[in-house]
């Protein structure tokens, strides 16, 4: 399963979003996940992971690619291993991504890891649309301000790919600025009727990012009843349950009910 996480701008929580998800689901999966950055110029994932210049990436995997060179059993060589069930794979530095490196790297990661997480490019930008192009689902993740929810529906890349978007309201607050029912509304108007998702604002969760323990919100035992949690929960199940068939998980029934419900609450 490849996911493409993406905004219409930045400053949407985007990459807090995409490893999350990622630590999730590690911990629903028998299987392995790669979270990818293709953003050059943020390089956020290594920001978050490395606390020194992390020296393997897409750099070192294109030097494969472009040499002919690039094998299941080398591929490793090009990732940072964060715990048994994560990679990650930070952004080029030095080479450049076309769509040819991107399939073959797409290709390969297929056949290591059961689910891949990108953290694309905000906005429009032909990488995007070639990792859009090759993803079961691209998870588009907003605010509640109207001004960027209209940059969603006017978007063009997400009309194209309309089908396999799914939308996350970020740090949502209740009775601040666009409800769920406003933003489900404005993207109904545009054509967009497919699963909307929130992930409630926390306090601690945004302190695990400021001191980079971010995976240590999703990971720790002792944040399994904060509302984000399961939130989070009930994304990642939804894409496996919708788009993730054939991938082994560790507990198949357990959050049966709640995903049930939620998938009723859309009729």
Known sequence: MVISVTAPKKGMGQTQSAINL????TKLIKGKVLLGDINKFSKDIEY???????????DSLISLVEAGLLREDNFDTCVKSINPELDILIANECFELNSYIIDEVISFSEKIYDAIVFDTIS??????????????VIVVVLNQYKNVVDMAVGNHMYKE???????????????????TSDVREILKSKGYDGEIFTISYDVSMVNECNDHSVLNFILN????TAAVYEEMLL???????KYGSGIKLKDSGAKQGKLFSFLMSRK
């Open 22 to 25: 990622s630590a999730m689901l």
């Open 161 to 179: 790919f309309a089908d396999k978007i799914v939308y996350v309201l970020n740090r949502f607050r209740d009775n601040i600025n666009l409800k």
């Open 48 to 58: 978050y992971f490395s606390d020194t210049h992390a020296l393997k990436g897409l």
């Open 221 to 224: 035992k002792g944040m399994k």
């Open 235 to 241: 994304l990642a199940e939804f894409l496996l349950k």
């Open 123 to 136: 906005g429009n930008s032909l990488l995007t649309h070639r990792f859009f192009e090759r993803s079961d």
